[in-house]
């Protein structure tokens, strides 16, 4: 989960939860996190018939992250 994953961050960096919640947002032009079910509602519909025509693509779904940290 996004929370554990921030809390795992801080304890190794020695900032606070909300500091690597704030780096975390700063590289996402959507400055919020990806859900679950943001998550299942692309995986359903890429399983649907309404993305046949969809193939060979990388779609991301990661808040328009700018980079990885």
Do not use: W
Not at 21 to 45: H, K, M, W, Y
């Amino acid at each position: 989960s996004a929370a554990g994953a921030l809390e795992g961050r801080a304890a190794a960096s020695g900032r606070s939860i909300a500091e690597e919640r704030a780096a975390a947002l700063a590289n996402q032009s959507l400055e919020r996190f990806v859900t679950p079910e943001e998550i299942g509602a692309l995986s359903v519909f890429l399983a649907s018939s309404a993305a046949r025509s969809i193939s060979g693509q990388i779609v991301p779904i990661d808040g328009d992250s700018q980079s990885a940290s």
